[in-house]
């Protein structure tokens, strides 16, 4: 004895009339009745066959395929349905899970890379003032100590 909640109902947009005796069950896992199933079966041939309820493009012939239900094939099938869903929940919760620690890797990375740099940058700092010292030392070796002899002239004395 199957009860309202048990019944399953056609996936098709506007119709969602229950399904008695043949249920037509794809993929993606949506179920369609006869006419909406045998529909979506003549579109397979075509370029791009794909899911009328969700779009999912069907991969080969077994993509959508026929069933007749009988009241424990229907409870049957409607928890292949739940599982199916359940996998594919499974799944998402995975690959979220993966692209958080994707993400959380290459923010380590990148800042890893960045105090690389700033190291770096610090030392290149450090030899350039190495540099300059070194050549101020050699300006002093080669010609003495600066002259202090040349009077130092203000703007004005260039005036003619």
């Not at 959508?64 to 094939?73: G, P």
């Not at 800042?111 to 002093?140: F, H, N, P, S, T």
Request: net charge positive.
């Amino acid at each position: 004895m199957s009860t309202e909640r048990d019944k399953l109902v056609c996936n098709a947009r506007d119709c969602f009339k229950k399904i008695e005796g043949t249920a037509w069950i794809t993929c993606c896992s949506h179920v369609f009745c006869d006419q909406h199933g045998k529909e979506a079966k003549l579109r397979q041939p075509t370029s791009s066959p794909s899911c009328p309820a969700c779009g999912t493009r069907f991969r080969d012939e077994l993509s959508i395929v026929e069933r007749k239900l009988n009241n424990s094939l229907q409870a049957r099938a409607k928890q292949q349905i739940c599982a199916n869903l359940e996998r594919k929940l499974e799944y998402y919760r995975e690959m979220v899970c993966t692209m958080k620690r994707d993400g959380a890797q290459q923010k380590a990375d990148t800042e890893m890379k960045i105090r690389r740099l700033e190291q770096q940058l610090e030392q290149a700092k450090v030899k350039l003032r190495q540099q300059q010292d070194d050549e101020r030392q050699a300006g002093k070796n080669r010609f003495g100590e600066p002259s202090r002899c040349v009077k130092k002239r203000k703007p004005d004395d260039f005036l003619l």
